[in-house]
């Protein structure tokens, strides 16, 4: 099984910062694409910040200059630094990630259980 574990959630207050991680463990050949993305009460899940396997990044423009992804592919790791958090930033954050099982050419993606992120004004 493939397991995705999110952490680093938490309260702040607007103009503060937070780490966010990811880790995938489990049976895993291949890990390509990850991502972070968000959902509030009502809304869509909607893409943060993506990062490819060789670190190239990607980002909503929302988050541009605020945020940074990253990802230590020894680890299987992937993270999301925010900072000047804003109260439109309140969100559950849940990880993605691409991946290849072993003796399958199919990747699929595998989401993490989310964690909040809540910015107070």
């Known amino acids: 099984q493939v397991q995705l574990v999110e952490s680093g959630g938490g309260l702040v207050q607007a103009g503060g910062s937070l780490r966010l991680s990811c880790a995938a463990s489990g049976s895993i050949n291949t890990i390509n694409d990850m991502g972070w993305y968000r959902q509030t009460p009502g809304k869509q899940r909607d893409s943060v910040a993506t990062i490819t396997s060789g670190g190239s990044t990607n980002y909503t423009d929302s988050v541009k200059g605020r945020f940074t992804i990253s990802r230590d592919n020894a680890k299987n790791t992937v993270y999301l630094q925010m900072n000047s958090l804003k109260p439109e930033d309140t969100a559950v954050y849940y990880c993605?990630?691409?991946?290849?099982?072993?003796?399958?050419?199919?990747?699929?993606?595998?989401w993490g259980q989310g964690t909040q992120v809540t910015v107070s004004s």
């Open positions: 993605k990630a691409l991946i290849r099982r072993p003796y399958s050419t199919l990747f699929r993606n595998y």
